[in-house]
C-alpha cells in the first residue's frame, strides 16, 4: 500500500526556514512524479510545486523563490526547502504523489482521493 510520511514541520518566526520530508513508500519512487500542497486555515488547498522524475521542478506564486523542492531516489524521500518563511505561509503541508496536480482543490487536500497524500505537517509562522 502506498504511503507517505511527513515530518519536519513546526513554528518559527517572520524569516526563518524549515525543511519538510516526505519518506515514501509502496511506490516505485524512482518513476513517481511528487507534489507539495498546503492548506491554510479555513482556506483552499492549493499547490506548492511539484517535481518530476528527472528532479525538473515547478512552482506556484506563493513561494517566490523562497521555496525549493528536491528528491533522493536512494532515500525514497522528497523535500521542501522553505526560506524567508512569511505568516502567510502559516498552513498544513502535504505532499501527494498521482499527478496531474491541479493549482487548488476545494475542501481538504486529502478528499482529493485521486492523489495519494501525506497525512500533513503543521507550518506556523509567527510574527
Known amino acids: 500500500e502506498v504511503r507517505l510520511v511527513e515530518s519536519g514541520g513546526g513554528t518559527v518566526q517572520a524569516g526563518g526556514s524549515l525543511r519538510l520530508s516526505c519518506t515514501t513508500s509502496?511506490?516505485?519512487?524512482?518513476?513517481?512524479?511528487m507534489a507539495w500542497y498546503r492548506q491554510p486555515p479555513g482556506k483552499e488547498c492549493d499547490l506548492v510545486g511539484s517535481i518530476s522524475v528527472d528532479g525538473k521542478t515547478s512552482y506556484r506564486n506563493s513561494g517566490q523563490g523562497r521555496f525549493t523542492i528536491a528528491r533522493d531516489n536512494a532515500k525514497n524521500t522528497v523535500y521542501l526547502q522553505m526560506n524567508g518563511l512569511k505568516p502567510e505561509d502559516t498552513a498544513v503541508y502535504y505532499c501527494a504523489t498521482n499527478p496531474p496536480f491541479l493549482p487548488r482543490y476545494a475542501g481538504r487536500c486529502t478528499d482529493t482521493a485521486f492523489h495519494d497524500w501525506g497525512q500533513g505537517s503543521q507550518v506556523t509562522v509567527s510574527s
Open positions: 509502496g511506490l516505485t519512487f524512482d518513476d513517481s512524479e
